[in-house]
Structures are given as structure tokens and as C-alpha cells.
């Protein structure tokens, strides 16, 4: 008789257990697709990111290439000593830009990895990376911005009325700093964001300072 009310008590509590069993399997089930599904989307987001810059590193490429065309043709209507100065000085102030502009990129790369380690965590960051995101968005628009005003620089040099033509480009120029500048602005917005964020179990701010 004993043997019997342990075998069925046995029976009862494995059949409890059973249930509990296949929830927590499919919780883990669950958790590994959201890591996949994630990390799908981080792999498809750098993609994307690493062609941008592909394209935007031929470009510097191919406009520091044509540099002795411009001053060409340039001289014609200003003097080659003037072209040249004028030259130096448009390929100074790109490349000031242009290392602002890769240094933003870095700074968003480094808080993605922080962002992506903290949500690996457990952490909810979603409103900080839609920060992040349009961070980026203000880089990229700076970088829009630069090649506009390369293109205008270019056109420059074949212009019939040079003087007015470099007048359009310095306004472009101050519109790419200001850009850089509303771009550095982001990012200081989302670094104030994460102060406070902890990767594990701690608890996490992930409110605006």
C-alpha cells in the first residue's frame, strides 16, 4: 500500500513538474531567437554602415585625385599662385572636417558596442539607441553636406564669375561646421544618456541627465 502512494505521488509531482519544465525551456528558446533576431539586425546595421563609408572614402579619394585639375583650371582666371592658395587652403579646411567627421564616427561606434553589451545583459536601451541612431544620422549629414561643398569647389574652378562662386562654397563650408557641430551635440546628448548604465544585473538609467 505504500509503495503504491509513493508511486502515485511520484506520478503527481512529475506531472507537475513536466509543465514547468517545458515553459522554461521555451523561455530559453525564446530568449536565443531575440539574441539571434538582434544580432541579425546589429550584422545587417554594420553593413550598411561599412558600404557608406566605402563609398564615402572613394569619394575623398577621387576629389584629393583631381586636385592639380581644379588648379588648372582655376589659374586660368585667377593666377596659378592664387589657385594654388585657394586650393590648399578649400583641401585644409576638408580634411579638418573630414577627421571631425571620422572621429564622430568612431565615438558612435564605441557607444553602440556599450549599448549592444548592455542589452546582451538584460538592460532595455531601446530609447537610447534611437538617440544613437539619429546621432548618426546628423554624421551622415555632415558628410552630405562636405561633398555638396566639394562639388560647388569644383564647379568653382570653371566658373565664369570665380569670386561669387567661392562665396556660395565658404557658405556651404559654414553649413558642413554647423552640421559637424549639431552632430558632436548628439552624441554628448547620448554619452550624458549612459552615464549610470551597468552591464548584469545592477539596475539601469537610461534616462536623459
Known sequence: ???????????????????????????????????????????????????????????????????????????????????????????????????????????????????????????DVSKIKDQLKSARDKISAAETALNEAKAKFKEMANSQNPKEAFRQVKALVQGVAQKIKDAHRALVDVVKSIKGLRLGSEATSTSSR
Open 1 to 123: 500500500m505504500a509503495k503504491s502512494h509513493l508511486k502515485r505521488a511520484l506520478i503527481t509531482g512529475a506531472m507537475l513538474v513536466a509543465p514547468i519544465l517545458v515553459l522554461a525551456e521555451e523561455d530559453v528558446n525564446t530568449r536565443g531567437n531575440l539574441r539571434a533576431e538582434r544580432q541579425n539586425i546589429r550584422q545587417e546595421a554594420q553593413q550598411k554602415r561599412q558600404a557608406v563609408m566605402l563609398e564615402a572614402k572613394n569619394k575623398r579619394e577621387a576629389f584629393k585625385a583631381e586636385a592639380q585639375k581644379r588648379v588648372d583650371a582655376l589659374k586660368k582666371r585667377v593666377g596659378e599662385e592664387r589657385a594654388k592658395r585657394i586650393e590648399q587652403f578649400f583641401n585644409q579646411m576638408v580634411r579638418k572636417f573630414e577627421n571631425a567627421i571620422d572621429r564622430l564616427n568612431g565615438l558612435a561606434d564605441r557607444i553602440e558596442s556599450r549599448l549592444n553589451k548592455s542589452e546582451e545583459a538584460g538592460n
